[in-house]
C-alpha cells in the first residue's frame, strides 16, 4: 500500500514544502494538496518547490475541477512539472466544492469532468484534444513518454461509474470499511463493464489519522474534535446527493446519509480545520468510522482491512495539531508494519 499526505497550502508556503518533505523521509510516496484558490496559496506553484526538494514524492491537488482553471492551462501546469521533474504529478479532479462555491459557482456537472479528464490527460500527454467548437489543440513542447494519470473524486452512483469507466484512479474521502467496500466494488464492477480490467483503476482513500499515546476516553475526545470538521466536509458533497436522491435511496447507502439530518448550513472560513463551529453535528460514531483514530494498533488494523477491500494508497489528512507527529508516527510504527505483513 502507499501512503499520501494531504495538506492545505496554508502560508507561509515553506512550511507546506518541509512537511512534504519530512512525509518524503518516512515513507510516503504522494503528496496532495487542496486546491482553493480563494482559501488558500496557489497549490502549482507550491508544487515546484516540493518536487525540486524531494527526489521521488508525486504530487497533485486532492482535488482540483474543471471550471476554476480553463482545462489547457491545467494540462500545461501538469506537463510543465512533468518535464522539469520527470512525471511525478497526478492530477486528482472532482465536482468543485469549496473552490466554486467560495467563488458564487456550482459544482461541475458530470459530463463537464468527462470531458475535461479527457483533454488534460491527453494534452499532458503530448496528444491532441478539441477544446470544444472543433479547435483542435496539441503542445508541441512535450516529450515522448510524458504522462498524467486522472484519478476522480466520487461518491454517488453515477459519479462511480464515471470513475470507473473512464478514470486512471478512484478517490475516496473517507476511511469507512462498509462505505470502502460498497463503492470499491461499484469502480471497479463499472470498469470491468467498459471492457476495462478493474486492476488498473487504481483506488485511493483518503481521510484524517490521528495517533493517540493510549485509547483512553480523553484520548480519543480529544483526537475525534481535531478530527470531526472532516465530516462536515464530506457532509457537503453528502448533502448534494440528498438533494439529487432523496434522503431514503436505494441509489446511495443510508450508512452515508444518515448523519447529515442535523447539517444546518456551512461556513467555508473554517473549511477544513479543527474547531469548524460549522461540524457540531457530525457523531463520534462519524469520526471514527470516516477517520483513523487511536493508538498504532487501532491504524495498522484498519488500514490492513483497508488493503484487503482493494485499496492502493491511503492518504493521511494532516490538519490537527499533531501534524509532525502522525508523519513520523506513520513513517517509524504503522508503514513498515503495514507494507511488511
Same mark, same amino acid.
Given at each position: 500500500?502507499?501512503?499520501?499526505?494531504?495538506?492545505?497550502?496554508?502560508?507561509?508556503?515553506?512550511?507546506?514544502?518541509?512537511?512534504?518533505?519530512?512525509?518524503?523521509?518516512?515513507?510516503?510516496?504522494?503528496?496532495?494538496?487542496?486546491?482553493?484558490?480563494?482559501?488558500?496559496?496557489?497549490?502549482?506553484?507550491?508544487?515546484?518547490?516540493?518536487?525540486?526538494?524531494?527526489?521521488?514524492?508525486?504530487?497533485?491537488?486532492?482535488?482540483?475541477?474543471?471550471?476554476?482553471?480553463?482545462?489547457?492551462?491545467?494540462?500545461?501546469?501538469?506537463?510543465?512539472?512533468?518535464?522539469?521533474?520527470?512525471?511525478?504529478?497526478?492530477?486528482?479532479?472532482?465536482?468543485?466544492?469549496?473552490?466554486?462555491?467560495?467563488?458564487?459557482?456550482?459544482?461541475?456537472?458530470?459530463?463537464?469532468?468527462?470531458? &475535461?479528464?479527457?483533454?488534460?490527460? #491527453? +494534452? =499532458?500527454?503530448?496528444? *491532441?484534444?478539441?477544446?470544444?467548437? /472543433?479547435?483542435? @489543440?496539441?503542445?508541441?513542447?512535450?516529450?515522448?513518454?510524458?504522462?498524467?494519470?486522472?484519478?476522480?473524486?466520487?461518491?454517488?452512483?453515477?459519479?462511480?461509474?464515471?470513475?470507473?469507466?473512464?478514470?486512471?484512479?478512484?478517490?475516496?474521502?473517507?476511511?469507512?470499511?462498509?462505505?470502502?467496500?460498497?463503492?470499491?466494488?461499484?469502480?471497479?464492477?463499472?470498469?470491468?463493464?467498459?471492457?476495462?480490467?478493474?486492476?488498473?483503476?487504481?483506488?485511493?482513500?483518503?481521510?484524517?489519522?490521528?495517533?493517540? &499515546?493510549?485509547?483512553?476516553?480523553? #484520548? +480519543? =475526545?480529544?483526537?475525534? *474534535?481535531?478530527?470531526?470538521?472532516? /465530516?462536515?466536509? @464530506?457532509?457537503?458533497?453528502?448533502?448534494?446527493?440528498?438533494?439529487?436522491?432523496?434522503?431514503?435511496?436505494?441509489?446511495?447507502?443510508?450508512?452515508?446519509?444518515?448523519?447529515?439530518?442535523?447539517?444546518?448550513?456551512?461556513?467555508?472560513?473554517?473549511?477544513?480545520?479543527?474547531?469548524?463551529?460549522?461540524?457540531?453535528?457530525?457523531?463520534?460514531?462519524?469520526?471514527?468510522?470516516?477517520?483513523?483514530?487511536?493508538?498504532?494498533?487501532?491504524?495498522?488494523?484498519?488500514?490492513?482491512?483497508?488493503?484487503?477491500?482493494?485499496?492502493?494508497?491511503?492518504?493521511?489528512?494532516?490538519?490537527?495539531?499533531?501534524?509532525?507527529?502522525?508523519?513520523?508516527?506513520?513513517?517509524?510504527?504503522?508503514?513498515?508494519?503495514?507494507?511488511?505483513?
Amino acid at each position: 500500500m502507499d501512503f499520501g499526505l494531504v495538506l492545505q497550502t496554508d502560508p507561509p508556503a515553506s512550511r507546506v514544502v518541509e512537511l512534504m518533505r519530512r512525509a518524503e523521509r518516512n515513507g510516503f510516496r504522494y503528496g496532495w494538496t487542496f486546491d482553493s484558490a480563494v482559501l488558500w496559496q496557489e497549490p502549482f506553484v507550491i508544487y515546484s518547490q516540493i518536487l525540486a526538494q524531494t527526489e521521488h514524492l508525486t504530487v497533485g491537488p486532492m482535488v482540483t475541477n474543471p471550471s476554476t482553471r480553463t482545462w489547457e492551462v491545467t494540462a500545461s501546469t501538469f506537463a510543465t512539472l512533468n518535464d522539469m521533474f520527470g512525471n511525478r504529478t497526478v492530477c486528482g479532479i472532482g465536482r468543485g466544492d469549496s473552490a466554486v462555491r467560495v467563488a458564487g459557482r456550482k459544482p461541475n456537472t458530470l459530463a463537464r469532468i468527462s470531458e &475535461a479528464m479527457k483533454v488534460i490527460r #491527453a +494534452l =499532458a500527454s503530448g496528444q *491532441e484534444a478539441d477544446l470544444g467548437g /472543433g479547435t483542435v @489543440v496539441k503542445f508541441p513542447w512535450v516529450e515522448p513518454g510524458a504522462h498524467l494519470p486522472v484519478w476522480m473524486a466520487a461518491y454517488g452512483p453515477k459519479a462511480l461509474k464515471m470513475a470507473g469507466e473512464e478514470a486512471d484512479g478512484f478517490i475516496l474521502q473517507l476511511a469507512d470499511l462498509y462505505l470502502t467496500e460498497y463503492m470499491v466494488k461499484a469502480v471497479r464492477d463499472a470498469a470491468a463493464a467498459a471492457g476495462r480490467d478493474p486492476a488498473e483503476v487504481t483506488v485511493c482513500v483518503a481521510a484524517p489519522a490521528y495517533v493517540t &499515546a493510549d485509547d483512553s476516553p480523553e #484520548a +480519543l =475526545a480529544h483526537a475525534r *474534535e481535531q478530527c470531526r470538521w472532516f /465530516g462536515g466536509m @464530506v457532509g457537503n458533497h453528502v448533502a448534494d446527493l440528498v438533494a439529487r436522491y432523496g434522503e431514503q435511496s436505494d441509489a446511495v447507502p443510508t450508512a452515508l446519509t444518515d448523519y447529515i439530518k442535523a447539517r444546518q448550513g456551512y461556513d467555508y472560513a473554517h473549511h477544513g480545520r479543527a474547531g469548524n463551529p460549522d461540524t457540531a453535528f457530525v457523531p463520534d460514531e462519524i469520526v471514527d468510522r470516516f477517520c483513523l483514530i487511536g493508538p498504532v494498533e487501532k491504524h495498522i488494523e484498519k488500514l490492513t482491512a483497508l488493503r484487503e477491500l482493494g485499496v492502493d494508497q491511503f492518504a493521511v489528512y494532516d490538519m490537527h495539531d499533531a501534524q509532525e507527529a502522525v508523519i513520523d508516527a506513520y513513517g517509524r510504527e504503522v508503514i513498515p508494519v503495514v507494507n511488511f505483513r
